[in-house]
């Protein structure tokens, strides 16, 4: 069974930086893709930034310049950094993997306050 758990979300004031973790259960070669999205209250989920196992990066508009993705093969690790955070930034994120289908962290809680 594949498993993503995110980690390292939390409370931050506008400015803050944030690091989140997603481990996979499963060697991080067998993805294809690696990404994280995320899902404010009331919103559809959205795309954030996505990894290949080249290491080729993309990433939303309105995270470039801020956010980073970057992945650990030796620890089968994807992160996301978030430097200067917004108050529109709050959402859920939520870590996904492609390996013959689509999987799904269960998500880790990112609050931004002004």
């Known amino acids: 069974q594949v498993q993503l758990v995110e980690s390292g979300g939390g409370s931050v004031q506008a400015g803050g930086s944030l690091r989140l973790s997603c481990a996979t259960s499963r060697s991080i070669f067998s993805f294809s893709t690696m990404g994280w999205y995320r899902q404010a209250p009331g919103d559809e989920r959205e795309l954030v930034a996505l990894i290949t196992t080249g290491r080729t990066t993309s990433y939303a508009d309105f995270v470039k310049g801020r956010f980073t993705i970057s992945r650990d093969n030796a620890r089968n690790t994807v992160y996301l950094q978030m430097n200067n955070l917004k108050p529109e930034d709050t959402a859920v994120y939520y870590c996904?993997?492609?390996?013959?289908?689509?999987?799904w962290g269960q998500g880790t809680q990112v609050t931004v306050s002004s």
């Open positions: 996904k993997g492609n390996w013959r289908r689509d999987y």
